[in-house]
């Protein structure tokens, strides 16, 4: 059974560039979300799905970033433009409603995008 | 305060022995509790989660102490292949389904 798939794996691109990271959840999953993991800050919620609707981007870091998922199989985080500090691994997660419980509990993580911006 | 904190390390310990770790989370209300593990360069996965009563898996075991806000992991019998990034992460619960991450602590396991 394929887990998530993250696209790419690598990317390096320059400062002011639009960089469009994808990410296929797993199928059956009703929760996607978006994760962003630097030294620093570690692992920080970006914003999540539930049935393709977007419902907290609250962590989106400001107006540059943008995420959509225009169908349970697909989702892709924008940057636009890119900036130096943007350089970190990506990570898409997703994870299946359980019933009478929480839908965040159990995720399972892609294998990231490293993004490198020059 | 940061919502989630832990010790990052790195814990430097010899193959067999015991180690455990702590974390301390910063709302009350928080509703259930998780143990993630991360190796290097690679995503994060659920190793267990964590239980009011406490839980093992193996040579894992967990702890909730909710009067304290923190959660433990014990490792007995450390292996190599432990060696790896643990994440602590709570969920706040409501009718929201966001996980917090603990920034990790790192465990290296030597011979």
């Known amino acids: 059974d394929a887990g998530v798939i993250q696209s790419p794996r690598h990317e390096v691109t320059e400062m002011g560039q639009e960089v469009t990271l994808r990410c296929k959840p797993i199928?059956?999953?009703?929760?996607l979300f978006w994760y962003r993991q630097t030294m620093m800050r570690g692992l920080e919620l970006l914003i999540y799905?539930?049935?393709?609707?977007?419902?907290?981007d609250s962590g989106m870091p400001e107006d540059r970033f943008s995420a959509k998922m225009p169908n349970a199989s697909f989702s892709t985080l924008k940057i636009q433009p890119s900036e130096p500090r943007d350089s970190a691994v990506y990570f898409c997660?997703?994870?299946?409603?359980?019933?009478?419980?929480?839908?965040?509990?159990?995720?399972?993580f892609g294998p990231g995008t490293r993004l490198t911006v020059l | 305060r940061k919502e989630v904190e832990q010790d990052p390390g790195p814990f430097n310990v010899p193959e067999g022995a015991t180690v455990a770790f702590n974390c301390t989370y910063s709302n009350s209300a928080s509703q259930s509790f998780f143990w993630y593990r991360q190796d290097c360069r690679k995503e994060p996965k659920l190793l267990m989660s964590v239980y009011s009563s406490g839980n093992e898996d193996g040579r894992f075991t967990a702890q909730l102490n909710r009067a304290s806000q923190y959660i433990s992991l014990l490792i007995r019998d450390s292996k190599l292949s432990d060696s790896a990034t643990y994440l602590c992460v709570v969920n706040w619960g409501g009718t929201a389904s966001k996980l917090t991450f603990g920034t990790g602590t790192r465990l290296q396991v030597t011979l």
């Open positions: 997660a997703s994870s299946p409603w359980v019933a009478g419980g929480r839908g965040a509990d159990t995720q399972y």
């Open positions: 799905f539930n049935n393709n609707v977007p419902i907290d």
């Open positions: 199928s059956g999953h009703d929760y």
